[in-house]
């Protein structure tokens, strides 16, 4: 099986193959059991055959048997492992550019908001500024007008007995 027949595996797809996996390890355990049974059987037999060239016909079948038994269970774990590993390397790396995207979208919005931040300082500085010119051109108005009428600049009216976060 592919990298890329793998990648595009379901999860329960995969989990199926890990169990059809497990079920045919299941059985080339039992198939090497009987093996082993056999092996001993095969023991017996050449200790009874009683010639040395008997007995190692007798097991190059059975060993022979065991050996391919050994070798399919041990490529079947290799696969599992590497399948498991491409799964996981695939996983992480999609972790990955989930993180540094959601870090990006997230930098990208903090300096937006900075900037609308300081747009909204200074048109609130201007506001203020203009404001204040207002008021000092008001009370320079009054003043005057005071003045001329002759009347003496003391008190709240003249703007000195205010502390300065008040005028």
Known sequence: MTE???????????LE????QELEIEQLTAEKTRSERQLD???????????????????????KAAQDAADVYL?????LESEKAT?????E??????????YSDAERRRAVAE????????????IMDWHSEQLA?????????LRRMGVAETGPAAGTDRPENEQ
């Open 4 to 14: 890329k027949e793998l990648r595009s595996m379901s999860k329960i797809e995969l």
């Open 17 to 20: 193959m890990l169990r059809r």
């Open 41 to 63: 059987d095969r023991r017996v037999n050449i200790e009874q055959a009683g010639s040395v060239a008997d007995a190692s016909l007798l097991l190059t079948g059975v060993l």
């Open 75 to 79: 490529d079947n774990i290799k696969t």
């Open 87 to 91: 799964s996981m390397e695939k996983l």
């Open 93 to 102: 790396r999609e972790t990955q550019e989930k993180v540094a995207s959601i």
């Open 115 to 126: 900037g609308e931040t300081r747009q909204m300082l200074a048109n609130a500085q201007r």
């Open 137 to 145: 051109a008001m009370r320079a108005g009054f003043n005057e007008a």
